[in-house]
């Protein structure tokens, strides 16, 4: 397991940035983020916790604090900050707290774990217009706290649907939700 105790923006190569997103299952988020232009990178981990080199086993109890996550490495000249946060406030739903579907517990919550001040502010600024907006029915309860600590997960986790699209909560949850993804953002996909 991989522990990053800052940030990681040292660590890219030039000209890449990182940002970190919880919207449940870290499955269904990789799994979407993977198809973006400009994506180059998406670890799923385990951040915003209190133990060190949390297992899948320890966040599960609910009781370490961490959500899963992904770890997203992109070229801001290919697709902006902006554009991830368009991602994934539709790609989940904001609005419900510690939870995604049949997911239940503060793991699943809904959290931007920001590693700079911009990042800070523009996610501050777009949930405040999305709530504005009245793009959801009900208000956005979805964190925004500073990147301090993320813990890449057990290598079985990475790339997981990909790995396994015929298992069955790829097949009927992470699927659906992939062609919901791609018909929205089809102008921001990778070519085939």
């Known amino acids: 397991m991989t522990n990053s105790s800052d940030t990681g923006q040292s660590d890219l190569a030039v000209g890449r940035q990182q940002a970190t997103f919880g919207s449940g299952c870290f499955w269904c988020t990789e799994a979407v983020f993977q198809q973006l232009d400009g994506v180059e990178a998406v670890v799923s981990g385990y951040s915003g916790g209190k133990l060190p080199n949390p297992t899948y086993e320890d966040i599960c109890t609910g009781a370490t604090g961490h959500a899963e996550v992904i770890q997203v490495t992109f070229d801001p000249a290919v697709v902006s900050f902006a554009d991830l946060l368009e991602a994934f406030w539709h790609s989940h739903d904001p609005t419900t707290l510690n939870q995604q579907g049949n997911d239940v517990g503060t793991q699943y919550r809904s959290v931007v774990f920001y590693h700079d001040d911009e990042q800070r502010k523009l996610a ?12 959801f029915d009900d208000p956005i309860v979805t964190e925004i706290s500073p990147l301090n600590d993320f813990y890449a997960a057990e ?4 790339n997981y649907y990909n790995d396994n699209p015929r298992q069955g909560y790829c097949a009927f949850i992470i699927r659906p939700k992939l062609d919901k993804f ?5 102008d921001k996909l990778k070519s085939p």
């Not at 791609?182 to 089809?186: C, D, N, P, V």
């Open 182 to 186: 791609r018909a929205a953002f089809a």
């Open 155 to 158: 290598g079985y986790h990475q």
């Open 124 to 135: 501050e600024l777009y949930k405040q217009k999305l709530d504005e907006s009245g793009a």
